[in-house]
Antibody
């Protein structure tokens, strides 16, 4: 069974930093692209970042470029999101998601429950 | 960015009756490789999103056959043939042709 469990969320002041983690199990982590997708309270979904299987390629939505950094540790089956210079508009539940990415399909096929990040003074 | 627009935003349905959700993209979702990367996701209350349909009409593993997807180009539809109580939630269309963007969501509730 595929499991994705996020941690590291919490309350942080504007301009502060936070590091999210996602522990993966039930599949060969090193064989998949991984992603972060966020959901502001009561709002829809927004893709945030992707990272390739070996970490050699990383992509971000424009609104977080230069502030967020996605990384992974395949030995630990873990995905990370370092968030710096946080703004109020970054307040959201952050979901870790497995990205099935290839010529045939490009979609998020498994999702974690998410961890809430609140940016407020 | 490709903007995804869903209608309706809310859909009260009688149990056992069909439901339909439309999704329109601001530009064609046909990729240069000929594939169309349109997915549908379900988010039940208090749960993370769950993949239902990928590449327009392919049901994901374990998804009941009462869910079906169709469409092409810029216009897509998710249909539930007979709504069950467990289908209550918010449904999102999502494109993966040019990065990834989502529709606003359609709330399906029981009348």
């Amino acid at each position: 069974e595929v499991k994705l469990v996020e941690s590291g969320g919490g309350l942080v002041q504007p301009g502060g930093s936070l590091r999210l983690s996602c522990a993966a199990s039930g599949f060969t982590f090193s064989s998949y692209w991984m992603s972060w997708v966020r959901q502001a309270p009561g709002k829809g979904l927004e893709w945030v970042a992707n990272i390739k299987q070996d970490g050699s390629e990383k992509y971000y939505v424009d609104s977080v470029k230069g502030r967020f950094t996605v990384s992974r540790d395949n030995a630990k089956n873990s995905l990370y999101l370092q968030m710096d210079s946080l703004r109020a508009e970054d307040t959201a539940v952050y979901h870790c998601a497995r990205l099935d990415y290839g010529a045939y399909v490009r979609t998020f096929d498994f999702w974690g429950q998410g961890t809430l990040v609140t940016v407020s003074s | 960015d490709i903007v995804m627009t869903q209608t309706p935003l809310s859909s009260p349905v009688t149990l056992g009756q069909p439901a339909s959700i439309s999704c329109r993209s601001s530009q064609s979702l046909v990729h240069s490789n000929g594939n169309t990367y349109l997915s549908w996701l379900q988010q039940r209350p208090g749960q993370p999103p769950r993949l239902l349909i990928y590449r327009v009409s392919n049901r994901f593993s374990g998804v009941p056959d009462r869910f079906s997807g169709s469409g092409a180009g810029t216009d897509f539809t998710l249909k539930i043939s007979r709504v069950e109580a467990e289908d209550v939630g918010v449904y999102y269309c999502m494109q993966g042709t040019q990065w990834w963007t989502f529709g606003q969501g359609t709330k399906v509730e029981i009348k």
